[in-house]
């Protein structure tokens, strides 16, 4: 009894550690620190690898949970109530825990290939996490933690899914040495090695934006306030605010001016006075000006992007991955009967747009994703590969507080920049914004709930990463390879428990044979011996 208490409190040590360390790289109130991803994961694969299996198994799943509640806290504080939080996180939970329970199942091969199938299962199955269901759920994914890390060079080469496998990859080599001194082990960590110290001196892949086209940009942020529910019962706050920070702010030399997702919370083109109020402000700058509105119908909204430009309203983009519970309710009718209250909240499904949006301005064609879409990586890849040369990530973020949402989600479009070679405006209602050159690096940044404007220039990129040519195909590669791997492991698990079976019936009927003839031998010498007798 004693003993049970002791392992399970140092199960839950390690546990929070691993949690811990992956929360660290991500960022939040305690700010983020890539090199804790790395920590947590290599004490990750070590307990894989050396504990009890049940042991280690159980210590996944719990950190895994852990990770996933601390992480998606702010959905509890957009909806209201928590069970949707919960019952996301344990969701996700699944896939971590499948993949620790994978990695568990072929802890006997040899060390080399335990790596590679350690690494590979877990970048295809955050893929899957990613992809499934409808929109996935790609927030922490392990990729994005290394924004600010000596390997970001990696991130146009490998994107997400194989940032991770990268990462997997290196630990579980050097793991391995531990595990075992031999010199297939050694020449596996000294290619890890090799990684990293490629990492660090720099990877010659991409030329520095200086000397590129640059766009004076200038985002903006129209001041609401927290609780937001205020605001939204105002119409027409929200735009108002915008339109006073527009005015009230120096836009002298800027090319551009972007305003976040919603900030047009009636639309101007069915609001005959803001729309003219709009386009007298916009003669006056002759600046065009992107912005979001949401457009609604009887059963159905819409998700836009605008553009005003020289008194004409034209539309850009409509959002095509509306979130799931979110922006529409999957299975509308029998979620209507378990929480009826709740559904009130989103009496309309919002209808996805069919093609990426580009916008063009000067030398700029302004690749737009609204909100969530910036974590899906084939909507920006699609952006990128339909001539856009800047990203454009317009959204909302009120309804999360003061969490760290806002911030998760900057990371995010520091990764895209990275990965796609451009510079990024995210650009909110409540904040965060930010302005992001290719190099991912923040130039300007503001802070939650207060009016702001922030400018810079911006350099114009037409390059064509390997992620923005071939990403696809990578993805593609890692999440049904891991399907294939998963099916040979499983395949392999209950083809043994069979031959074991099989071999333990073998023993039991050998052994029940032996009993046998025992027995008769001794009744044949116990028959003989009577028949002595007798005579």
Known sequence: MVGSIIKAFWAAIAAGAIAAGLLLAFPSAWGSYWLSAWLAMGLWLLILRRARRRYALAISVLAALIFFLVLFRWVSISLGFSTPWIALALFETLFLTLWAGSVLAVRRLTSPVWTLWTAFSFAGIEAWRAAFPWTGMPWGMLGFSQVDSPL??????????????????????????????????????????????????????????????????????????????????????????????????????????????????????????????????????????????????????????????????????????????????????????????????????????????????????????????????????????AGANLLYFPTNNSSFGYSYQSLQQLQIARFRALEYDRSAAQVAVGGVSALVNPEGEVLAQSGLFRADTLKAALPLRDTLTLQARFGSGINSFFRFGVLVGLLLVGGDLIFLKVQKRSFQHSEIAARSGRKADAKTGRGRIQHRSKRKGKK
């Open 152 to 385: 970001k060079g990696w991130i146009p080469l490998l994107g997400e899914n194989g940032m991770a496998f990268l990462m997997v990859g290196v630990l579980a080599a050097l793991v391995s040495v531990t595990w075992k001194i031999s010199m297939p082990n050694l020449v596996s960590a000294g290619l890890a090695l090799l990684v990293v110290i490629a990492s660090g001196a720099g990877l010659p892949i991409l030329p520095t934006s200086n000397h590129s086209p640059k766009l004076q940009v200038a985002a903006m942020q129209g001041g609401v306030s927290w609780p937001i529910e205020a605001t939204y019962s105002r119409p027409g706050t929200i735009l108002a605010g915008h339109l006073a920070q527009a005015r009230n702010s120096d836009l002298h030399g800027t090319q551009v001016i972007f305003w976040g997702e919603q900030a047009g919370d009636i639309d101007p083109r069915s609001d005959a006075n803001w729309g003219a109020e709009l386009q007298t402000w916009q003669a006056g700058q002759q600046i065009p000006l992107l912005f979001g509105t949401l457009v609604y119908r009887e059963k159905t909204t819409s998700n836009q992007v605008l553009k005003l430009e020289d008194g004409n309203i034209s539309q850009v983009y409509s959002k095509r991955e509306p979130v799931p519970f979110g922006e529409f309710l999957p299975a509308r009718p029998l979620i209507s009967k378990l929480f009826p209250e709740q559904v009130k909240m989103l009496p309309r499904d919002m209808v996805a747009g069919k093609s990426p949006g580009i916008a063009r301005v000067g030398d700029a064609r302004v690749g737009t994703n609204i909100c969530f879409e910036v974590a899906l990586d084939s909507l920006v890849r699609d952006s990128v590969n």
